[in-house]
T-cell receptor
Framework: NAGVTQTPKFRVLKTGQSMTLLCAQD?????MYWYRQDPGMGLRLIHY???????AKGEVPDGYNVSRLKKQNFLLGLESAAPSQTSVYFC?????????????FGPGTRLTVL | RKEVEQDPGPFNVPEGATVAFNCTYS??????FFWYRQDCRKEPKLLMS???SGNEDGRFTAQLNRASQYISLLIRDSKLSDSATYLC???????FGAGTRLTVKP
């Protein structure tokens, strides 16, 4: 079991470029979330998915799009990157929402937008 | 007011000390509460869920106070390896606090 993996681990973009971050999980989890973490601000939810083919906006969705075509994959897209999107991006998955259900996190993608 | 607030610290304590963190939340309908630990530049990992009646796991004790809308984490007999940032998480949509940094010194 690889758990939750994220690709790429690091990336540097120029303003206006686009890219897609891939999150993959092999635990058959229904729920998948994308967060960003900025210094001193904790993790903020960007978008999430409650199952294959579904997506919803989180706390800070602007400038991002997502897709969940397959249950095991959750893609985060930046259509036109901006310096404000420089951050560490974490993906998480868990089986169902519940009081005691743990979120499993990927190792993160460190993105710098110049 | 932020949905989830934590004292950012840092907390610098000697080995063997007892340290407590609090986390307040604004959504009174929240049902899920967790404490995660995050080491520098790594992903968060679950430390413990917080049960309504409070729960203990070794040196760690978590409490929930619904009336005052806060959760707490108590660490007894601190170890050097406890040095990390502790994040509280509230609700099904994973509202994270900004984290409290703890450094345990020899």
């Amino acid at each position: 079991n690889a758990g939750v993996t994220q690709t790429p681990k690091f990336r540097v973009l120029k303003t206006g470029q686009s890219m897609t971050l891939l999150c993959a999980q092999d635990m058959n989890h229904e729920y998948m979330y994308w967060y960003r973490q900025d210094p001193g601000m904790g993790l903020r939810l960007i978008h999430y998915s409650v199952g294959e083919g579904t997506t919803a906006k989180g706390e800070v969705p602007d400038g991002y799009n997502v897709s969940r075509l397959k249950k095991q994959n959750f893609l985060l897209g930046l259509e036109s990157a901006a310096p404000s999107q420089t951050s560490v991006y974490f993906c998480a998955s868990f089986p169902v929402v519940g009081p005691y259900n743990e979120q499993f996190f990927g190792p993160g993608t460190r993105l710098t937008v110049l | 007011r932020k949905e989830v607030e934590q004292d950012p610290g840092p907390f610098n304590v000697p080995e063997g000390a007892t340290v407590a963190f609090n986390c307040t939340y604004s959504n009174s309908a929240s049902q899920s509460f967790f404490w995660y630990r995050q080491d520098c530049r790594k992903e968060p990992k679950l430390l413990m869920s917080v049960y309504s009646s409070g729960n203990e796991d070794g040196r760690f004790t978590a409490q929930l106070n619904r009336a005052s809308q806060y959760i707490s984490l108590l660490i007894r007999d601190s170890k050097l390896s406890d040095s990390a940032t502790y994040l509280c998480v509230v609700g099904a949509l994973g509202r994270f606090g900004a984290g409290t940094r703890l450094t345990v010194k020899p």
